[in-house]
C-alpha cells in the first residue's frame, strides 16, 4: 500500500510525494499503476493466462477497468497485445 511507504522509510507522507514526483514525473499512485502495467503488458506477451486472470494478478479487481486503464497507458487493448 502507498500509504505505508511513508512509515517503512522514515519519511513524510509529503517527502515521499515529491521523491516520486521529481524522479518520475508522475504522482505517487500513477507510478504505482504504471508499474502493475508494464508487469501485466509482459505477461500477456510472455503467458497464455486470461486477461482477467492477468488484470487480478497484478491488482486489478474489475478486468474492464484493468482494459480502459491498460489502453490509457499503451494506446492498444490487452487483446491487441496478444
Known amino acids: 500500500q502507498i500509504d505505508d511507504?511513508?512509515?517503512m522509510i522514515g519519511v513524510s507522507r509529503a517527502q515521499i510525494y515529491r521523491i516520486i514526483k521529481n524522479k518520475?514525473?508522475?504522482s505517487p499512485s500513477r507510478f504505482v499503476c504504471s508499474i502493475r502495467l508494464?508487469?501485466?503488458m509482459i505477461l500477456l506477451q510472455t503467458t497464455s493466462r486470461?486477461?482477467?486472470d492477468i488484470a487480478m494478478s497484478v491488482g486489478f479487481n474489475d478486468p474492464k477497468y484493468f482494459c480502459r486503464v491498460?489502453?490509457?497507458e499503451f494506446?492498444?487493448?490487452p487483446s491487441a497485445v496478444r
Do not use: V, Y
Open 50 to 52: 486470461s486477461i482477467t
Open 5 to 7: 511507504l511513508p512509515k
Open 70 to 72: 491498460f489502453r490509457r
Open 38 to 40: 508494464d508487469k501485466a
Open 75 to 77: 494506446n492498444k487493448t
Open 24 to 26: 518520475t514525473g508522475q
